[in-house]
């Protein structure tokens, strides 16, 4: 996912960003992208938006083409579901980096082969 998507998950999980930014910026770079595992890697922690709080970000057509608009609806996610939120965040950013680091050693044993 992208490095804004990253940065705002991980400075929630260290307490630096509220879960309602959190659900802005996670809806959207979900809607935004046409599918591919990047964004499927998303889907736990969209489940836990949808879950806790469905219509927590209105999604609206845009003028200029294909995918969504989003923005954040009147209704803040709910306190009692941040801990749900938190754990889909953590397994979210512990997978990115497993898969970074199995991206680096098949790089490095393709290098030496």
């Not at 469905?54 to 709910?78: D, K, Y």
């Not at 579901?81 to 393709?110: K, N, Q, W």
Request: with cysteine.
């Amino acid at each position: 996912m992208s490095s804004a998507v990253r940065e705002t998950l991980t400075a929630y999980v260290a307490g630096r960003v509220k879960a309602d930014h959190v659900v802005t910026v996670v809806t959207a770079a979900y809607y935004r992208n046409g599918g591919g595992r990047r964004r499927e890697a998303l889907r736990p922690v969209l489940d836990v938006i949808e879950r806790a709080s469905p219509g927590v970000v209105e999604l609206a057509g845009r003028p200029e083409g294909a995918g969504f608009a989003v923005r954040p609806a009147e209704r803040p996610f709910p306190k009692q579901c941040e801990p749900d939120l938190r754990r889909a965040i953590e397994t979210y950013l512990g997978e990115g980096v497993i898969a970074r680091l199995a991206g680096l050693f098949r790089r490095l044993f393709r290098a030496s082969a």
